[in-house]
């Protein structure tokens, strides 16, 4: 059986923490490791621990969750970061992804959306809330260039289904090939994009309107 994730929740509402952490403490497969304030209180828990996600919230008191993504993803490249936040603007959604974050959670939700978004980048998939996924899609989509796509038509199609969130073991299964071939196909796509990581290359093909 799996472990259970460990998660980092940063935020810096006290109220709001709380909240998460008792929804988190119902769940089998995640386990709340720490909790943090500020960005400093972040990078300084995370120098002495190990997680496996990081709930940032997008507005910190002493640096934006933007920023602090950008560290965490430097110097922790196993971690994932799920932002938080209470804003649907275009440009923070392009942003935070740009950033390396692989979902953007609306504090607005149901509080299993969290839960969905948490399990998901966990598991390397990127989660955009339901809600502005279309904005995404549209500010995304707005820097098309016309430019032939490198990619093969099979690369394309796992593409496809790494924009849709899938995992690589639901590509497996949706494609009907090994999960070797699955990596194959994705380290080929992060090579021929030049990209470090699944959700860039998600974040960049959208743009450039490969898939």
């Not at 994932?80 to 607005?108: N, P, Q, R």
């Not at 598991?123 to 500010?139: C, N, Q, T």
């Amino acid at each position: 059986m799996r472990p259970p994730r460990r998660i980092l929740l940063v935020e810096d509402h006290a109220l709001l923490r709380a909240s998460i952490a008792a929804l988190l403490s119902k769940e089998k497969d995640l386990v709340l490791a720490g909790q943090a304030s500020s960005a400093n209180e972040a990078l300084a828990f995370l120098d002495a621990n190990g997680v496996d996600v990081a709930v940032v919230d997008i507005g910190l008191p002493d640096t934006d969750g933007i920023r602090l993504t950008q560290t965490i993803k430097s110097r922790w490249t196993g971690i994932h970061v799920l932002m938080l936040t209470v804003h649907d603007l275009e440009e923070e959604i392009f942003s935070a992804f740009s950033s390396g974050a692989e979902g953007y959670c609306l504090k607005s939700d149901d509080p299993t959306a969290l839960l969905v978004g948490i399990r998901a980048v966990s598991l390397g998939s990127l989660y955009i809330d339901p809600r502005i996924a279309h904005l995404a899609v549209r500010r995304f989509g707005a820097g098309k260039t016309g430019e032939e796509s490198p990619l093969t038509p099979r690369e394309t199609e796992v593409l496809d289904l790494i924009v849709a969130g899938r995992s690589n073991k639901e590509i497996c299964a949706k494609l009907g090939i090994s999960m070797s071939t699955t990596k194959v196909h994705i380290q080929n796509i992060l090579q021929k994009l030049a990209v470090p990581t699944r959700t860039h290359a998600a974040v960049e093909a959208i743009r450039r309107g490969f898939v």
